[in-house]
């Protein structure tokens, strides 16, 4: 696979995002089989996590949950009520709560584990301290991130 630019990057913030991408993008790759096989694409995987997690929540609460617009949600969304894994509720006016069915559940379940199993096959390549101080540090970044983006909530707050 081609790095793309991440391999000639030399500016740590610049390099960082692009091994970000590179990775992100390797990772696709290899899952797509996967994914294909239980009736998934990458993109609907965090939507159904975080309904898992968020039962209930409007589209626009998961938009949030997995930084994603809500138009892109909005699509997912309907492709996965479409086919059997999501239902949704009304939660008075216009809001829509959604749910995971038995079939999303299922599916959100074997997505995980077949990650897991793929991610730990390429993390071999790192002792176990290695990998505890590559997640700590990935994970301060995303908080980091993602309490820069509770700064800017994409959604306005109802009556």
């Known amino acids: 696979m081609t790095r793309l630019f ?11 995002a692009l091994m970000i991408r590179d990775l992100n993008l390797a990772l ?5 089989p996967d994914l294909a096989e239980l009736g998934l694409s990458q993109a609907q995987i965090p939507v159904l ?3 898992d997690e968020l039962p209930g929540s409007t589209g626009c609460e998961l938009a949030e949950a997995t930084h994603t617009t809500p138009q892109a949600v909005s699509q997912i969304l309907a492709r996965l009520t479409e086919c059997g894994m999501v239902r949704r509720e009304s939660l008075g006016g ?11 559940r299922t599916a ?11 991610t730990e096959s390429f993390l071999t390549v790192l002792d176990d301290d290695d990998q505890t101080v590559m997640i ?7 908080n ?4 820069a983006d509770d700064e800017k909530p994409q959604c306005e707050a109802g009556p």
């Open 6 to 16: 991440s391999g000639t990057a030399t500016e740590p913030g610049l390099k960082f």
């Open 94 to 104: 216009r809001a829509m709560g959604h749910h995971l069915t038995d079939k999303g």
């Open 108 to 118: 959100t379940y074997a997505a995980r584990a077949r990650f897991g199993s793929l």
């Open 49 to 51: 996590a975080a309904i």
């Open 28 to 32: 696709s790759r290899h899952s797509s």
């Open 144 to 147: 980091a991130m993602v309490d």
């Open 136 to 142: 700590d540090a990935l994970w301060r970044v995303l």
